[in-house]
T-cell receptor, first 115, second 115 residues
């Protein structure tokens, strides 16, 4: 149980384009989903927390207009990187949790390369 | 933001040996969790220990928690090559009203188990 999928697993795009990453909880209802960014050999950096049906809460320093998050249902959250630039290249990981949020279940991650 | 610090940052052992990783944190917590990440993949939840617990076991894993020292340790006994991964501690504290909690992540320990 507690399986989270992420799609795509790999994406290469040109600078200036937008990229959408999907995160789905496959066998449970995820009241809360988290989006992280991870640089090589570093820890996870929380970008935002999203609750189903409400606006995401962004961490300090994360641009809301740059990283659009939508949590439209209890099984799906999306992260859209708008007008991507090479510095946005990173490993993006989502996680999902039900209430009360304790253990998080992680997707396999999406590697984004912006050329 | 990171509040946890793991040590060592990197650990290399032979198969069959025990591996011990430590984690320190700064503020009061509800629980502390350990996660594992294989290279280029998402994270897998290993074990959760609550603030009123001192020790917990799961298979070859043993976790201790010392709230007076704000520290935890993860012991992997009889290690296997397949245990090679990065291990992260994460603390859980209520940051928002209600049940919307986020995890505060440590920097991770990179474990290499040599066959």
């Amino acid at each position: 149980g507690a399986v989270v999928s992420q799609h795509p697993s790999w994406v290469i795009c040109k600078s200036g384009t937008s990229v959408k990453i999907e995160c789905r909880s496959l066998d449970f209802q995820a009241t809360t989903m988290f989006w992280y960014r991870q640089f090589p050999k570093q820890s996870l950096m929380l970008m935002a927390t999203s609750n189903e049906g409400s606006k995401a809460t962004y961490e300090q320093g994360v641009e809301k207009d740059k990283f659009l998050i939508n949590h439209a249902s209890l099984t799906l959250s999306t992260l859209t990187v708008t007008s991507a630039h090479p510095e946005d290249s990173s490993f993006y990981i989502c996680s999902a949790a039900d209430l009360p949020v304790e253990t998080q279940y992680f997707g396999p991650g999406t590697r984004l390369l912006v050329l | 933001s990171q509040q946890g610090e793991e040590d060592p940052q990197a650990l290399s052992i032979q198969e069959g040996e025990n591996a011990t990783m430590n984690c320190s944190y700064k503020t009061s917590i509800n629980n502390l969790q350990w996660y594992r990440q294989n290279s280029g993949r998402g994270l897998v939840h290993l074990i959760l220990i609550r603030s009123n617990e001192r020790e917990k076991h799961s298979g070859r894993l043993r976790v201790t928690l010392d709230t007076s020292k704000k520290s935890s340790s993860l012991l992997i006994t009889a290690s296997r090559a397949a245990d090679t991964a990065s291990y992260f501690c994460a603390t859980n504290k209520t940051y928002y009203a209600g049940n919307n909690r986020k995890l505060i992540w440590g920097l991770g320990t990179s474990l290499a188990v040599n066959p």
